[in-house]
Antibody
Framework: QVQLVQSGAEVKKPGSSVKVSCKASGGTFNNNAICWVRQAPGQGLEWMGRIVPILGIANYTQRWKGRVTIVADKSTTTTYMELSSLRSEDTAMYYC?????????????WGQGTLVTVSS | DIQMTQSPSSLSASLGDSVTITCRASQSISIYLNWYQQKPGKAPTLLIYAASNLESGVPSRFSGSGSGTDFTLTISSLQPEDFATYYCQQSFSTPLYTFGQGTKLEIK
């Protein structure tokens, strides 16, 4: 069973960038895609993007293209999500989740979440 | 982009009740529909995949149905631990997924 452990909470200034990590352990990293989902305070889940580590190919919804970059380091089984040009509305919990290869696009394992606070 | 619309957005029910949450897709998604439960301060957990398949370890009082554009999540005989927020998610448009806006289930 893959376990995902995310990096700790961050406080950032508007206009800066944040890089959140998600380390996969206990399973086969390369068989899964890793998705990133965000949740603003009191709001719903918002899918941001997805990477297939073995291929190094990332996909993003149109809303996030140009501001989000997702990369994977196969040697450390760690995925990174970087969000640039931060604004106060980006204050949210950011989750990574596994999307098993050959599955039905289910997010079956989730990280604990990383709270990013954007404040001047 | 495929839009997912859940209804209702909130729901009050009593212990032992049966409730149904609906999720509608803006276009046909076959059975590429998953349901998640989220409790306050916690990450979501997968309940049902491919519209009607119960994830391992999920109680049988949870059930899902539907195909095409209309889907339902039913919880029978509500237990205290079922009061949470529920989300549907389409995975038809791989690799771009979308969630419904969520349904908050509260105790009456």
């Amino acid at each position: 069973q893959v376990q995902l452990v995310q990096s700790g909470a961050e406080v950032k200034k508007p206009g800066s960038s944040v890089k959140v990590s998600c380390k996969a352990s206990g399973g086969t990293f390369n068989n899964n895609a890793i998705c990133w989902v965000r949740q603003a305070p009191g709001q719903g889940l918002e899918w941001m993007g997805r990477i297939v580590p073995i291929l190094g190919i990332a996909n993003y919804t149109q809303r996030w293209k140009g501001r989000v970059t997702i990369v994977a380091d196969k040697s450390t089984t760690t995925t990174y999500m970087e969000l640039s040009s931060l604004r106060s509305e980006d204050t949210a919990m950011y989750y990574c989740a596994t999307d098993p290869a050959g599955g039905m696009g289910t997010l079956d394992n989730w990280g604990q979440g990383t709270l990013v606070t954007v404040s001047s | 982009d495929i839009q997912m619309t859940q209804s209702p957005s909130s729901l009050s029910a009593s212990l032992g009740d049966s409730v149904t949450i609906t999720c509608r897709a803006s276009q046909s998604i076959s059975i590429y529909l998953n349901w998640y439960q989220q409790k306050p301060g916690k990450a979501p957990t997968l309940l049902i995949y491919a519209a009607s398949n119960l994830e391992s370890g999920v109680p049988s009082r949870f059930s899902g149905s539907g195909s095409g554009t209309d889907f339902t999540l039913t919880i029978s005989s509500l237990q205290p631990e079922d009061f949470a927020t529920y989300y549907c998610q389409q995975s038809f448009s791989t690799p771009l997924y979308t969630f419904g806006q969520g349904t908050k289930l509260e105790i009456k």
